[in-house]
């Protein structure tokens, strides 16, 4: 039975972290898209380093407020692998919180330029575009989700207890 409980409660975190990043996507849409862009949401992408249900919560999420907002087939399939492989890379260096932020920065400033390009026709450079959307992932993911970690951290015990790795 405790199993069980563990898998509800991973879901239930998985499914919390999918909503509240659809709501922050959506409230902030305005800034959230195209090649300048400031995803709040993507703040969220240091969850992993707390619990392994943030991986799945941050796909989903990211998959669901690409394709509510109108985003383009290709930015709904390639946007939420970035958010994916950014997940899995924060979950793999949860030891090291500080480092925790890397990967979803390199895998959104990797990916998403291809995605600018191919799917909406953007005619900036492929180093440039990685270069516009790197800052904004270094503001959201750098700046606001290390002040969320440490902000969290004080908290995991209460936050994170039956959820945590």
């Given at each position: 039975?405790?199993?069980q409980?563990?898998?509800?409660?991973?879901?239930?975190?998985?499914?919390?972290?999918?909503?509240?990043?659809?709501?922050?996507?959506?409230?902030?849409?305005?800034?959230?898209?195209?090649?300048?862009?400031?995803?709040i949401?993507e703040?969220?992408?240091?969850?992993?380093?707390?619990?392994?249900?943030?991986?799945?919560g941050?796909?989903?999420?990211?998959?669901?407020?690409?394709?509510?907002?109108?985003?383009?087939?290709?930015?709904?399939v390639?946007?939420?692998?970035?958010?994916?492989?950014?997940?899995?890379?924060?979950?793999?260096?949860?030891?090291?919180?500080?480092?925790?932020?890397?990967?979803?920065?390199?895998a959104?400033?990797?990916?998403?330029?291809?995605?600018?390009?191919y799917?909406?026709?953007?005619?900036?450079?492929?180093?440039?575009?990685?270069?516009?959307?790197?800052?904004?992932e270094?503001?959201?993911?750098?700046?606001?989700?290390?002040?969320?970690?440490?902000?969290?951290?004080?908290?995991?015990?209460?936050?994170f207890?039956?959820?945590?790795?």
């Amino acid at each position: 039975m405790e199993n069980q409980n563990r898998h509800l409660y991973l879901m239930v975190y998985g499914a919390a972290i999918a909503a509240i990043y659809v709501a922050l996507t959506m409230s902030f849409s305005a800034i959230s898209f195209g090649p300048v862009q400031f995803r709040i949401s993507e703040a969220l992408c240091i969850l992993p380093f707390f619990t392994p249900a943030a991986i799945p919560g941050l796909f989903i999420g990211c998959f669901l407020s690409n394709l509510l907002c109108g985003a383009a087939v290709m930015d709904v399939v390639f946007g939420s692998i970035a958010t994916l492989i950014g997940a899995v890379g924060s979950y793999c260096l949860r030891h090291n919180k500080w480092l925790v932020c890397v990967p979803p920065i390199l895998a959104n400033a990797i990916i998403v330029p291809w995605v600018l390009r191919y799917a909406y026709g953007s005619t900036d450079l492929i180093p440039v575009a990685m270069v516009t959307v790197g800052i904004g992932e270094i503001l959201a993911i750098g700046v606001l989700g290390n002040l969320l970690l440490v902000t969290l951290d004080r908290y995991k015990q209460f936050i994170f207890k039956k959820a945590a790795a």
